[in-house]
């Protein structure tokens, strides 16, 4: 399973067998359950996790109780509590499986170890993070614009399966719709 | 001048006078004036701006003709679009300067030459974006979870001296909300 975080690293910097071995060794496998938390808000966050297969969800919840769905993963994303795993703080975010599944994992020692020694996977990890953040800036821009509909496509495009895997309540959480918002955006 | 963008950078890593030096040139400086555009919508997009001092925005215009503002700009930090600075498109974005100032500016070509034959500084972009990707999901979280007021506080912390520096409709526009949410904002 193993070959399925070389393919991603890989479309970014390139690798050789050794230096795939040596990455790898600051990896963990961990498998998930259905409905198992890997990270439960108040937790300290250790791991930031790259799926190999399955489903997962990060998110808050808030004073009322409500959740607010921010991330799915699934096969070939990563998902953690990126502030209190960058900052060493305790999590404010719930991830939650929401189908069985198997993760590698590096702790945050680890992948400061990696990028210290393989400048290439330093290139790797800055890259994937100018990735994110655009995707991110352009998530705000619907948000900010009111623009239900470009969200909706912008995840259909990002995870084309979602729709089938996951209840729509909790794709109306993560656009920030209302459930009958949400059933308008599907018939159109 | 360039003491500003040293020190910025040693928040992260530290350098030797030397290296500093190496980095610097890498940069050219760029004067603006209030109303200048720095990157209009459709323009091929080169440079990542490090402003120094002065007040800029980022902003989107939908099919309407409607600005919705993305980001604000000040001393000490960094804008561009991303997405089209980083996979060589043309803009989306105006970056349009609402102050007069002076920046910083480094190409793609540079940065990567930089990353590529100075490690500390591929780490420092690492860096960089893992903490902007920490702000961009609380701003996504705040933004689902329609709570204009912690919208409006944490943008009172990124940048403390922004609303007597903008007319009000731009802080609304940057929160997503109308100019009557605002003002209730504002009063309590």
């Known amino acids: 399973m193993s070959k399925i975080l070389r393919e991603h ?21 961990k498998r998930f ?4 938390f890997l990270i439960q808000e108040g937790d300290f966050v250790n791991n930031d996790f790259f799926i190999l297969n399955g489903l997962l969800k990060a998110s808050h919840r808030n ?11 699934t096969e070939n994303s990563w ?3 990126p502030q209190a795993y960058n ?3 305790i999590a404010t975010l719930n991830i939650q499986c929401l189908e069985d599944g198997n993760s590698l994992f590096i702790t945050l020692e680890n992948r400061e170890k990696l990028c210290n020694s393989l400048h290439k996977m330093e290139s790797f990890f800055r890259k994937k993070a100018t990735k994110e ?8 821009l619907c948000l900010i614009s009111n623009n239900a509909k470009n ?12 729709i089938q895997r996951v209840p729509k309540t909790m794709i109306a959480s993560y656009l920030g719709v209302s459930r009958e918002t949400l059933s308008r955006l599907i018939t159109n």
Chains 1, 2 share one sequence.
């Open 63 to 73: 004073e009322e109780n409500k959740e607010h769905i921010l991330q799915f993963a």
């Open 133 to 140: 953040h655009i995707l991110l800036q352009r998530r705000i």
């Open 33 to 36: 359950l259905k409905h198992q």
């Open 79 to 81: 998902i953690t509590d």
């Open 151 to 162: 969200r909706y496509e912008d995840l259909l495009k990002q995870y084309p399966s979602l």
């Open 87 to 89: 900052n060493q703080t």
């Open 9 to 29: 690293i890989e479309k970014i910097i390139s690798l050789t067998d050794e230096e795939f071995e040596f990455v790898l060794s600051h990896f963990s496998q």
